[in-house]
């Protein structure tokens, strides 16, 4: 008799460790993607600025806020199975109203450089705010990343996504044309954040949309000095000293810029002896994308070798800024982190700098009746 009952309560605890595990299986199953939304902070204006969470089926989260289309956070899983946030950030709104180095943040309307603030368009000279050295950097003063963007969150089949859209009236810093401006962010289950542009104008302009995110995948422990990065390139845009263009492209093979074999950052980030490298205190250059054909291709990877973290980058743009924090000078903190010199890189797909003054590049012209349409996805996982 006591042997049945011993039996029959083996077999309940059996039957209940299956029901645990039934239950844990389907909850996993059944984890879907979420997307929620809470203010982030005032602005000087008065207005408020919000800030969206985007969450898919692993548990990978990114949020942005309709101030500035700033990614403030995204996680990323490492070789061990913990989830850290892998950009460069704060943790309130008012580090990003302030002057800061574009962390996160919707570049335009010219990401990059454009020489002397000036560029001629159909025989018209167009002067542009100054706000590096000489030059007009990433859309001006008031550019794309200090504007508040009108938001429509995005739930469809497995995905989530935060729509952002704002007209930039004809003249704002100095660019003609009314433009439309439409970004979509959306996060998949396969762990890829992707970010679609689009804008039509009403006059003859420029465009060159990008964003500004600076990544760490150490979880923002370290330096990215032992990243390991692959670029497929086979030429970048040389710069003169104040990081114009100097008109021509020049191969990298046999240079510190040849990164078509994964190669850590460290390895010729202090090369002086090229001219270029001295330039860009680093690497602060312009690689153009072998085999670019406006599909979205990959072009490039980045690994922490510590922590196995690895992403890859696909673009749709002809060209990538490839940026390794050479200007941080660890007077910026955030998230517990100080973001000292070349504390995070970034890939920021696009077309040439300064390419309204330089006829030889391909155009960032957009007209009436044109619609730009551009495309990058940055996916995570493990290696």
Not at 34 to 61: Q, R, W
Not at 120 to 141: A, M, Q
Not at 171 to 200: F, H, M, Q
Not at 352 to 379: A, I, R, V
Request: glycine share 10%; proline share 4%; net charge neutral.
């Amino acid at each position: 008799m006591k042997k049945r009952s011993l039996i029959f309560v083996a077999l309940i605890g059996i039957g209940l460790m299956n029901c645990s595990k039934t239950k844990n299986e389907n909850e996993s199953k059944t984890m879907t993607s979420t997307i929620s939304k809470e203010v982030f902070g005032d602005l000087p204006d008065g207005k408020k600025a919000d800030l969206y969470t985007l969450t898919n089926a692993n548990g990978m989260i990114v949020k942005i806020s309709n101030y500035g289309g700033i990614i403030t956070e995204l996680t990323a899983k490492d070789k061990s199975g913990k989830w850290e946030d892998v950009v460069l950030g704060f943790d309130s709104l008012a580090p990003y109203i302030a002057e800061n180095p574009f962390f996160g943040a919707l570049v335009g309307r010219f990401g990059n450089r454009i020489a002397n603030g000036k560029f001629t368009l159909d025989g018209k000279t167009y002067t542009l705010p100054i706000n590096n050295g000489p030059n007009s950097l990433h859309g001006g003063i008031n550019g794309f990343n200090k504007k508040l963007w009108n938001a429509t969150e995005i739930k469809k089949d497995s995905l989530v996504g935060l729509e952002l859209t704002y007209v930039s009236k004809d003249g704002e810093e100095g660019y003609p044309g009314t433009l439309n401006v439409k970004v979509t962010y959306t996060l998949s289950n396969e762990n890829g954040l992707r970010i679609d542009y689009e804008a039509t104008t009403d006059k003859n302009t420029v465009l060159n949309l990008t964003n500004h995110s600076y990544f760490n995948l150490s979880g923002l422990k370290r330096d990215i000095l032992n990243h390991e990065v692959y670029i497929k390139s086979d030429s970048m845009v040389p710069v003169n000293a104040t990081l114009i263009p100097t008109g021509k492209l020049r191969a990298v093979k046999g240079t510190p810029f040849d990164f078509n074999e994964p190669t850590l950052v460290g390895k010729r980030i202090n090369d002086v002896a090229d001219e270029q490298i001295k330039n860009g205190g680093g690497y602060d250059h312009c690689w153009v994308i072998s085999g670019a054909d406006k599909s979205l291709s990959l072009f490039a990877t980045v690994r922490d070798t510590e922590s196995g973290r690895f992403m890859e980058v696909y673009t749709t743009e002809p060209a990538v800024q490839f940026y390794t924090g050479n200007f941080l000078d660890g007077k910026l903190t955030g998230k517990g982190a100080t973001y000292a010199k070349r504390y995070g890189l970034c890939l920021e797909t696009e077309h040439y700098p300064d390419s309204p003054n330089q006829p030889q590049f391909p155009t960032t012209e957009l007209k009436p009746g044109e619609t730009y349409k551009t495309s990058t996805e940055y996916k995570f996982s493990v290696k």
